[in-house]
């Protein structure tokens, strides 16, 4: 076990499974106690089980570690809330907040109900806003905080998922916003992108391996631009293992990365990946509005297609 993070807490939304088991452990690893929050749902979000959360606390406890399980669901208020009074009680305080939990409920656009819509919404990006209120206001107090949300490359646009990928974009502009609101106080938010195979996305890391076959991938012959592709794994173990993302997320809880603050980063197998801000590609000005004949001729030319 390390030290990196001896006396913190930390709060981990689902916590317990997948992506948010491993930083939770690693978290536990490197000397932070953790409060584990899982609900115990199904993938779509229905459902409720202590399991999960219980599960996660024990394995903390059996290597040494300090555990509580919290199962508040925290797509509500009073949930978030919970949360974050939970670590409070137990642990007196709070230093990092890791959000991980999120559900998947897949329709193409014209089939999606707007129940459908609004429970992933409401779980994915919902929940990052009712734990980030509540522990910012902690945070803003003691001058200190690290905030970590995982998101995903859907967010550019996946078949099936508009209910996801408006979670997704919702939650970094939320990061984003949340590094600006609060980084004068010492605290830091950012973003992970994960590609691991978990209960939502299983086999997720294949899709973006190097073909072996030429031609368009899924997301190209959709219309959207590929993730970064995986190159051959030669590490130990597998690339699709949930705990390959714990590291980088544990990194920015340390005292090592206080000067990181509003990005949005990805792991992949055995790589890491720093994503752009959104930014002005091409311009095209002129005194005065745009008449109808002018778009006509300029709108081409600055999408690089006119001539």
Known sequence: MGNRLEGKVAAVTGGGRGIGRGIAKLLAEEGASILINDKGAEVDGTGASNMPADSVVEEIKSAGGN?????????????????????IDTYNHIDILVNSAGSLKDRMIYQMTESDFDQVVRNNAKSVFTTTKFAGILFRQQRSGRIVNMVAD???GDVGRSNYAAA???IIGLTRTTAKDLGKYGITANAISPMAETRLFPGAVDQHRLPDVSGPSRDERAGIGPSPEIPEWLGEGSPDEPENIAPLAVYLCTNAAPNINGYVLGVRGGSLYVYSNPDIENVVNKWGNFTM??????????MGYGF
């Open 67 to 87: 555990a509580t399980a919290n199962y508040a669901d925290i797509s509500t208020m009073e949930g978030g809330e919970n949360l974050i009074q939970s670590c």
């Open 154 to 156: 859907a967010g550019l």
């Open 168 to 170: 997704t974009e919702g």
């Open 293 to 302: 004949e002018e778009m006509d001729v300029l709108f081409p030319k600055m």
